[in-house]
């Protein structure tokens, strides 16, 4: 059987990059290099496409020096990579792409809408599931629609905060502190705060507007953090995973806290009161149906001391780090990384009748 060329697409222009670059070794790793021949092409924070040479080279930062200047064509009549070195220009043809690429300029449709425009096979969800999922006030709106419970919220542009009194007077109208404030377009917890009084919450209102003009200032809950994985949709039924739960080492799961504080740890299958599991797993079936999702997503809940299922956020393309919770569970659930991967890849060639 020939092999097909798979193109691997990390790094990105988003406060994820490096979460990107740790992710897509662990995918890259995983790919059955039978049925596959994986190229690398990395996207600088500066946003150059580059083709790498190997993981090594992503692993040690140098594939930013030594890569090779490569973009994927929107010709749909191309359907390849083209490399470019001087002034010749190789077009290697491409089966289907992975674009294993975390918050904005990659996981919000941006990257899909390429992919759309040249026909090319992709893993994960589409454009209006990516663009929808990513931004956190248009999820709300639309998880309002489902009846499904999610925390109160405050939403606040960039451009009132002009008069940033003004702003948190209505804050403080609707929601009591402590409050969360959240950039609506940033993954990973990139410009989360948590606010006690006035001055934290104005302070993290500009932190928030430093990496998205729309902003939500949420209610906090207390309770079980909560995820859970869900694969399928078009030809395949969608399925959800078990649920794991995060024990942050810091007040909340933020960046560090996710990444770099070895104190924190994901749990499967936690004891969760009541039926509180099952109904995270349905509640995550529907948001995904409801986003138009395909492929992937976790979805994150908060479940409460006396058994209160409630909506946090919907990511359209996990990490896959050593960490990450999307593989895991699912490992959890005897399916091994590469038959995931192999799965996933397999669901995005049946989109296009491959």
Not at 187 to 214: F, I, Q, T
Request: proline content about 4%; overall charge negative.
């Amino acid at each position: 059987m020939e092999r097909k060329n798979l193109v691997a697409l990390f790094g990105g222009q988003s406060s994820e990059h490096e979460v990107s670059c740790m992710s897509v070794r662990n995918v890259a790793a995983n790919i059955d290099k039978e049925k596959y021949n994986v190229l690398l092409v990395g996207i600088t924070e500066g946003g150059r496409w580059l083709k790498v040479e190997s993981a090594e080279e992503i692993a040690d930062g140098s594939w930013v020096k030594s890569g090779t200047r490569a973009v994927l064509s929107p010709d749909a009549q191309d359907q390849c990579l083209l490399v470019i070195n001087g002034s010749s220009v190789q077009k290697i043809p491409v089966d289907v792409v992975f674009p294993v690429l975390h918050g904005l300029y990659g996981e919000d449709g941006t990257v899909q809408g390429i992919l759309e425009l040249a026909r090319i096979p992709y893993v994960g969800c589409g454009v209006l599931a990516s663009a929808v999922s990513m931004d956190k006030l248009s999820t709300k709106i639309l998880v309002e629609r489902l009846g499904i419970r999610q925390a109160a919220y405050v939403p606040v542009m960039k451009e009132e905060l002009s008069d940033p009194e003004a702003v948190c007077r209505r804050v403080e109208r609707e929601l009591s502190y402590p409050v969360f404030i959240k950039p609506s377009n940033a993954g990973s917890s990139r410009g989360v705060s948590c606010a006690e009084n006035r001055a934290a919450l104005e302070k993290g209102l500009l932190e928030a507007a430093a990496h998205d003009r729309r902003i939500l200032v949420e209610e906090r809950i207390v309770g079980h953090e909560i995820e859970c994985a869900v694969y399928g949709s078009g030809s395949e039924p969608v399925q959800a995973s078990g649920v794991g739960e995060i024990l942050a080492a810091a007040d909340f799961y933020d960046f560090d806290s996710k990444y770099y504080n070895s104190e924190s740890r994901t749990v499967t299958d936690p004891s969760l009161p009541g039926n509180a599991a099952e109904q995270v797993r349905e509640a995550a079936v529907k948001i995904f149906k409801a986003v138009d999702g395909y492929g992937l997503a976790r979805v994150d809940f908060f479940v409460e001391q006396e058994g209160g299922v409630v909506f946090n956020e919907i990511n359209t393309m996990p990490g896959f780090t050593a960490i990450s919770m999307y593989p895991m569970l699912w490992e959890a659930r005897g399916i091994s990384k590469a038959k995931l991967i192999d799965d996933l890849i397999t669901h995005a060639l049946k989109r296009y009748g491959r």
